[in-house]
């Protein structure tokens, strides 16, 4: 059990999405508008559904916050369904009577597509295997849980672990890195956050995102979808975040399984991820440069996605998620009926998104904030914001120091080669976490764009 617990509820088109979460400190600034920023970014991104024009998503706070901020009891949100007024018989909760049964076959009969029980399996979808699983003879028990739209609900749950992690002073961001087989240019990248975040893939590469556009254009004149990459880099980490003692503690495999556990995401780098093996070690592994004059431990370079041995290293954490093309399509492929086991010139059509990339990448950025969120309260604990604060800036100082020497002796004065150790504990300058040569300053002017590469 994590020291951060959190549960999602509802379906696609029931009446909403509901989540818990449990855990967090009290006195967490929160409010249903920071939360917002999130659920818009979540919905836009060029290629999406005719769903999101239906769709105003906003959480509703339900408990575990007053006056604007976290209590420390557990906290829930809500995010109604607004596409649920056409489906309320059809999702109905309460058993059909004659009457609601009768209801639905004359809608079936008058051809309404939603009234219809679904048995023609999508390839590449839960539906087959899902269905065989849970003993249904409609599929639509399958994919209204199955569906994306869940993932309105992890959003809002990120929104309250970015909350909490900002106060810590930690930030994360992602972007669309790839669309079918269209990959940004680091060297392009020329777009602020800001900009990037507005446009119309969420890229930093404005040459780039023209052919990423073109190539959504044409997966959807050909009634097909197209999948991508998204990266998600995060400023501010501390060294020491997760363990290496044992497999369920290194944050590397905790990271992987969150973004690893998104619908299409069927890949995860950390990194340099794969690029790795096709080099030698020489070239792989950041050279440390030792601890500069603000205590600050410093790597030449950030291959490791800011991770070693399942521990933060105090480097961007760099963490990429491979999106496969959505397995719905407009001209959909040949498959098979669920109850029949015959061969079918067609699967189920639901209403689709031809690529979801930007949006894969926010919801990326909240599974990523919600399993750092477990992260610092398993490191740092406190019931409190302000309590969890104050461990994190006496654990900095520690760190700060050669190991062994507690703050105050003579010396854990001594700090690089002489002089007083700078920081809270000795009245210096205090230098950013994680600002090390592979960490870009949101006061260059340039994007946050983490490279796990040899910058």
Request: proline fraction near 6%; charge should be negative.
């Amino acid at each position: 059990m994590g020291a951060l617990r959190y549960l999602t509820a509802g379906e696609s088109h029931g009446p909403g999405l509901a989540v818990i979460l449990e855990g967090l400190p009290a006195g967490i600034p929160l409010t249903e508008d920071d939360i917002a920023t999130d659920l818009a970014r979540r919905q836009r991104g060029y290629g999406r559904g005719a769903r999101q024009a239906i769709e105003r998503d906003r959480a509703v706070i339900g408990g575990g916050v007053r006056h604007g901020r976290t209590i420390g009891s557990p906290i829930l949100l809500t995010v109604a369904n607004r596409d649920h007024e056409s489906w309320t018989r059809i999702m109905q909760a309460a058993p059909l009577t004659d009457e609601d049964a009768a209801e639905i076959a004359a809608l079936e009969a008058s051809g309404v597509k939603r009234a219809v029980p679904v048995t023609r399996v999508r390839p590449g979808h839960a539906d087959l295997a899902g269905a065989l699983k849970y003993g249904t003879r409609d599929v639509r028990d399958i994919l209204e849980r199955a569906s994306a739209r869940e993932t309105a609900a992890r959003v809002a749950a990120g929104g309250v672990a970015r909350a909490f992690l900002r106060a810590l002073g930690i930030e994360a961001w992602s972007f669309t890195a790839e669309v079918g087989g269209e990959a940004v240019d680091r060297a392009r990248c020329t777009r602020s956050r800001d900009e990037a975040d507005e446009s119309p893939l969420r890229c930093p590469d404005p040459d780039a995102e023209e052919r990423m556009i073109a190539r959504i254009d044409e997966a959807r004149s050909a009634g097909d979808t197209v999948g991508g990459v998204f990266e998600v880099v995060v400023h501010g980490l501390p060294i020491g975040l997760g363990s290496h003692v044992h497999w369920d503690r290194r944050l590397d495999a905790r990271l992987a399984a969150a973004v690893m556990s998104i619908q299409s995401v069927k890949g995860v780098e950390l990194g340099l991820g794969f690029e790795q093996t096709r080099r030698f070690g020489s070239a792989v592994h950041d050279v440390i440069a030792g601890r500069d004059p603000y205590g600050t431990w410093v790597h030449r370079s950030n291959n490791a996605g800011g991770l070693t041995g399942g521990i933060t290293n105090g480097e961007p954490l760099i963490v990429r998620g491979a999106v496969k093309p959505i397995s719905t399509l407009a001209r959909p492929l040949p498959s098979a009926d669920l109850l029949t086991g015959r061969p079918v010139e067609k699967a189920h059509y639901e209403r689709s998104d031809i690529s979801v990339v930007p949006a894969a990448g926010v919801i990326g950025e909240a599974m990523v904030l919600l399993a750092l969120a477990d992260a610092v309260l398993e490191k740092l604990g406190g019931d409190t914001l302000d309590e969890t604060a104050d461990n994190l800036r006496r654990y900095r100082e520690r760190i700060a120091l050669p190991p062994g020497d507690p703050p105050g002796t003579a010396a854990a004065r001594t700090v690089a080669g002489g002089g007083a150790a700078p920081g809270p504990a000795s009245g210096g300058p205090t230098r950013p976490a994680g600002g090390g040569p592979t960490s870009p300053s949101a006061d260059d002017g340039g994007p946050e764009v983490g490279s796990g590469g040899d910058d």
